[in-house]
Structure formats: structure tokens, C-alpha cells
């Protein structure tokens, strides 16, 4: 256990600002003393949101693993309840937090084109051309509007940076985005495009993130929270295990309208609300058990988003060739080692050599495609200076 005076681990280094990542998946800084090793923007990374966004993507490879298993077992399907409570929220939270600096300019627009639209176009392709190879349906179509299986994420976050500026803008920021939320749930007319039930339902986690300040993390990096959280999930899972046969996890993926989920238009804001609360404690309880030191998982964080996209190849893959059809994986033993496998999974595909063959589609720099901006320099001298011919020295 680490000192409740010190929430990161030993350090002692307040959060530091917010900074705009490249890749989609927010990528913190920090002046920590446990790791010296420079970020590639000069700075330092956080190990705290680096585990936290490590062990979130475990969560959300297990998860998958297991909603082919879950329908025989009740614990499997009251724990895969509770992890899909807590485990996306507090990924949208992370990126709501480190994007409070986005603003229109023209560095920022095209670290947000290169790093989530690029890969949504790469991605929303190649996984309707997957599956019309390898899951035998030379029916499915490739379309740019229509998110499949994990691209919905990609489309979320490319809009919900685009409204950062008008989030910091209005004098109630999160009782706003929740009534957006409560709206987008009895409003079946939506539709699919885009996916946008979940982009306005997710919104206030989003926001939640832009409102959070430093302290917020340091409060629940408190010892006594850390062990309150043991009873708060031990409740939610008996919880979830009660609720199993009434109560529908499909109201944790937000994707839906009351309407669609057979309950009364009124049922919509009352779930929002509800499922809100819940996961806002889950997440707390989760960022209370994130360790704040460098571990062996800590740069595994910079690949989350590698982990995230290449994921769904493996595990829809393993679907289409009916790995999860011996009886032996539906025992409580085959859901353990199921579950392993895809921790394993994940972390190998968040690992180096998997980012240095994909990171062409999910983080391309693409300088060819934009403008030189002429006040960048200006913006960053340290950069300019290193641009800069070095002079020649006479002997």
C-alpha cells in the first residue's frame, strides 16, 4: 500500500496540464522522478493514466472474450455487467480529461485527423472486409456512417474534441451534456448513422473528464478508498448477479433508445441517470486501485489504442472459426482461461513491435496532406531551433 499522502505511488509530482495527444487515446505527461525516460514530445509520461488506460483495455478485450461464454453462466454474465459499467466510462473520462487543452488550432486538427479519423477510415473498412472473408457474409457492406463492432469509439471521440471549445464555453457544462443524453435516450429517430445514441449518451463522461481538475484524481488515490471499493464491487457484482434475470446489460452500451430496449419512453432518463451514478462510482473505485508507480504494464498504456483497433480482429476472428463452441470453454475453468487469454491478447498487441508495423494507419503523420502553418515555429521554438541547418565552423 502506498502512503495516502502520496496518491501516485512515491511521487510527490502533482498531475501536470493537459496535453493534446496524437493518437486518439490521451497520452499524459508528467515530471515524475519514477520515469526519466522522455516522452517523444520532450516530455514525460504519467504512470498512473498509463496503467489505468492499460488495464481499461483489458477489461474491454476480456469483456469481448466473454459475451460469447456469458449466456450460460449467471456470474459470468452479472460480472460482464459490471465490468461494461465502469470500463468505457472511465476510458471517455481519461480522454475528456487530456483533451481540456484542445482548441481549433491547426497543430491540434490535424493530430485529430491523423490520429482518429485516418483510423476510423482504415478501420471502418477493414472490418466489414474481414468479415466478408473470414466470417463467410459476402453481404456486408462498407460504409463510412454505419460504425461496426469498436469504430463507434473512433467517431465519439473525433466529435466530442470538436465540441471541447463549446463545453468550456456555457457556465453548466455537465448538467448539460446529461440532459443531451437524457434526450438522445427517448429518441429512437436517430437511427444507426454514426452511431450517435452512443456519442450523445457517453457525452457526459466526456464532459465530466473537461470539468476534472488534478485534485479530483489525487482524492481518489486515498487509502481508505481504495479499500472501500472492495465492498462497493463485492455489492455491485452480488447486485448484478440479482438483476441478471430482469435487468438487461445492453443499458450499460448506451447504442439504444428506451423505446428499442422494450421499456417506456420514460424509462430512458431514469436509466441515464441511474447508470450514470453507477459507473461514476465503479470508475472512482477503479482509478482507487490503479497503481500509481511505474510498473511492467506502465508503457503498455501508450498502446491502448493499438490494443483497442487490432482486438476485434482476433476476437471476432476466434468467433467466426467457433473457438468458443467447446463445451470445455463453457465450464467455469474454460471462462478463466478465456479470460487470461485475452488479457494475454491484448497486452501483445499494446506491446512495441505492434506499434511500430501498424502504427502507418493508427498514428500516420501524413505530412504530405497539410499545409505548413507558418505560426507553428513561433509556437514551439524548441522545435524550430532543432530545424534550423547548424552553422559551419571554421577551423
Known amino acids: 500500500m502506498t502512503n495516502s499522502q502520496r496518491p501516485y505511488g512515491n511521487s510527490r509530482t502533482p498531475l501536470p496540464p493537459a496535453q493534446s495527444p496524437a493518437d486518439g487515446v490521451p497520452s499524459p505527461r508528467t515530471n515524475s522522478k519514477e520515469d526519466d525516460r522522455p516522452a517523444p514530445s520532450g516530455r514525460q509520461r504519467d504512470a498512473f493514466f498509463d496503467n489505468a488506460k492499460y488495464l481499461a483495455i483489458v477489461l474491454v478485450a476480456v469483456g469481448h472474450a466473454w459475451e460469447p461464454l456469458k449466456g450460460d453462466s449467471r456470474v459470468l454474465e452479472a460480472a460482464y455487467s459490471v465490468v461494461y459499467a465502469f470500463h468505457m466510462p472511465a476510458f471517455i473520462i ?18 485529430l485527423i491523423t490520429g482518429v479519423v485516418v483510423p476510423y477510415i482504415v478501420f471502418e473498412t477493414a472490418y466489414p472486409l474481414f468479415k466478408r472473408f473470414a466470417g463467410g457474409d459476402p453481404q456486408q457492406e462498407i460504409s463510412l456512417l454505419d460504425p461496426w463492432y469498436l469504430t463507434w469509439f473512433l467517431v465519439a471521440l473525433f466529435v466530442w474534441r470538436l465540441t471541447t471549445p463549446i463545453w468550456k464555453l456555457v457556465r ?8 443531451i443524453a437524457m434526450l438522445a435516450s427517448v ?8 452511431d450517435l445514441q452512443r456519442v450523445l449518451q457517453f457525452l457526459p463522461y466526456f464532459v465530466l473528464g473537461l470539468c476534472l481538475r488534478p485534485e479530483h484524481f489525487r482524492l481518489v488515490r486515498r487509502r481508505w478508498l481504495r479499500i472501500a471499493a472492495v465492498p462497493v464491487f463485492a455489492t455491485a457484482l452480488v447486485a448484478s448477479w440479482l438483476a441478471v434475470p430482469r435487468l438487461s446489460a445492453a443499458w450499460f452500451y448506451h447504442r439504444d433508445s428506451a423505446q428499442e430496449l422494450g421499456g417506456p419512453w420514460w424509462a430512458g ?10 459507473s461514476l462510482l465503479l470508475t472512482a473505485c477503479f482509478f ?23 482486438h476485434g480482429f482476433v476476437v471476432k476472428g476466434g468467433d467466426y472459426q467457433g473457438w468458443f463452441e467447446p463445451a470445455a470453454l463453457h465450464t467455469p475453468l474454460g471462462a478463466v482461461v478465456v479470460t487470461v487469454l485475452a488479457a494475454v491478447m491484448v497486452t501483445a498487441l499494446c506491446s512495441g513491435p505492434v506499434q511500430r ?6 498514428e500516420p503523420r501524413m505530412e504530405w496532406a497539410f499545409r505548413r502553418d507558418a505560426a507553428e515555429p513561433a509556437r514551439e521554438p524548441g522545435r524550430a531551433e532543432a ?9
Do not use: Q
Open 269 to 278: 432518463p431514469v436509466m441515464v441517470l441511474a447508470t450514470f451514478g453507477c
Open 94 to 111: 481519461i480522454s475528456g480529461y487530456f483533451s481540456r487543452s484542445f482548441d481549433m488550432r491547426s497543430d491540434r486538427l490535424r493530430r
Open 187 to 194: 429518441s429512437p429517430e436517430i437511427g444507426n448513422d454514426l
Open 288 to 310: 482507487a486501485w490503479v497503481p500509481g508507480r511505474r510498473t511492467w504494464f506502465t508503457a503498455l498504456g501508450a498502446g491502448t489504442l493499438y490494443g483497442y483497433l487490432l
Open 387 to 395: 530545424r534550423r541547418p547548424r552553422e559551419k565552423v571554421n577551423a
Open 357 to 362: 508495423v501498424f502504427r502507418c494507419v493508427v
Open 172 to 179: 453548466h457544462p455537465l448538467p448539460l451534456a446529461l440532459g
